[in-house]
């Protein structure tokens, strides 16, 4: 049984407008996977919907509290590391800027180590009029997709690394 993401209580999944649950086997270690999610602002070099991250705390990667913009699939969002341990869990909590319906998310990624590589899970909750508006009603099973892209991407982009090793 792998691990799932630690939710705060209001990010919940029982009690969630909108959730996705994703994951991926790579054949590479976890610190190679660590790299890759922590790394924010080179996210689009393997994965080129993220284009537009910018740590905005001064770290040069994700870190325990690191405060960082995105902008996703054409919408600007701030953000906020809230779990952060090493090579096994990063989780932030997001808010879409300029939205009045108080709309927030929170994201999570698990990494446990396996015989060959590791296990890699991501999982999102989102709640608000405008997440249900915007992946709900206009753009049904879009969170799932646009997250299995990435794990897949992720994958890719730690097995090539191991490759050139």
Known sequence: MY???????????RISAIYALN???V?????VVWKLLVDAENWFKYFPPENQVKILSGEKELAAGTKWSRVTVGFPMSLTVTEFEP?????WA???????????AYHGWVITPAKNGCHVLTEE???GEWFLEELGRKRPGA????????????ARA????VAHQ
């Open 3 to 13: 691990n799932k993401v630690t939710w705060p209580e209001k990010y919940d999944p």
């Open 23 to 25: 994951d991926i086997d």
């Open 27 to 31: 054949k590479a270690p976890a610190e």
């Open 87 to 91: 090579f096994h869990r990063l989780s």
């Open 94 to 104: 997001t808010t879409v800027d300029g939205d009045d319906t108080n709309s927030s």
């Open 125 to 127: 909750t989102q709640q």
């Open 143 to 154: 969170l799932y997709n646009y997250h299995q892209d990435w794990v897949e991407r992720l």
């Open 158 to 161: 730690a097995e090539a690394i």
